[in-house]
């Protein structure tokens, strides 16, 4: 239950204080105007965090009882090892700017990431994590495991119809707003991108 309030936690501050800090520049004021060592400092927050978060998630399945129903570690070894390539070759594309939010900053990248694993999938940080999580649930044979990854995958999933209006759980003609393309529109990056308009973290 501690997984559930952590995760739930970090999906609102992350993303809505995020805003914030676009709009009123305050991290960069931190850092006396330098935006990109404040980006640096807030991917190191947010990477401690999610260790955090893991260690979390962790102590909640030793303290819950194993299930031989649910503990098969073949897959649970593919999964974790399938959810690390996704997550870490995807920082690897993005760089650590493009991977922690550096386009709030004004950090923006030339072009969009085609390569792997962006080719596979246009989320492979959101679904490489929670197929991590069903891993580790699957090697310690605990339930609550299974429980959590399904509620990881769903907030990951309404993140994403923020960020995409894709919401992969409801069928394609629930209605959903696309907040991501009025939101770029403001910030004049959309298209061809307007880079003396872009307000600075």
């Keep these: ?45 947010i990477f401690l965090l999610g260790l955090f978060r893991d260690a979390l998630y962790e102590r909640a399945l030793r303290h819950q009882p194993i299930n031989p129903t649910f503990h098969h570690p073949l897959p649970a ?9 996704l997550v870490l070759s995807s920082t690897y ?38 197929m991590s999580f069903l891993g580790t649930a699957l090697l310690y044979g605990r339930p609550a495991g299974i429980f959590l990854s399904a509620e990881v995958l769903l907030l990951y999933s309404i993140a994403l119809s923020f960020e995409e209006c894709v919401f992969m759980l409801l069928p394609p003609s629930f209605p959903c707003v696309d907040f991501s393309t009025a939101f770029l529109e403001n910030r004049n990056i959309r298209g061809k991108r307007d880079e003396t308009n872009v307000a600075f973290m």
């Design 93 to 130: 594309a993005l760089g650590i700017t493009g991977t922690y939010l550096g386009d709030y900053f004004g950090i923006l990248m030339d072009a969009p990431v085609t390569s792997f694993p962006f080719n596979l999938t246009g989320a492979p940080m959101y679904y490489g994590s929670a």
């Design 1 to 45: 239950m501690s997984k559930l309030v952590d995760q739930t936690a970090g999906l609102i501050d992350f993303d809505q204080k995020s805003l914030y800090q676009y709009h009123h520049k305050t991290l960069t004021k931190l850092f006396n105007g330098n935006s990109r060592l404040a980006c640096y400092a807030l991917a190191a927050t």
């Design 77 to 85: 070894y593919a999964l974790i090892l399938a959810g690390n390539v």
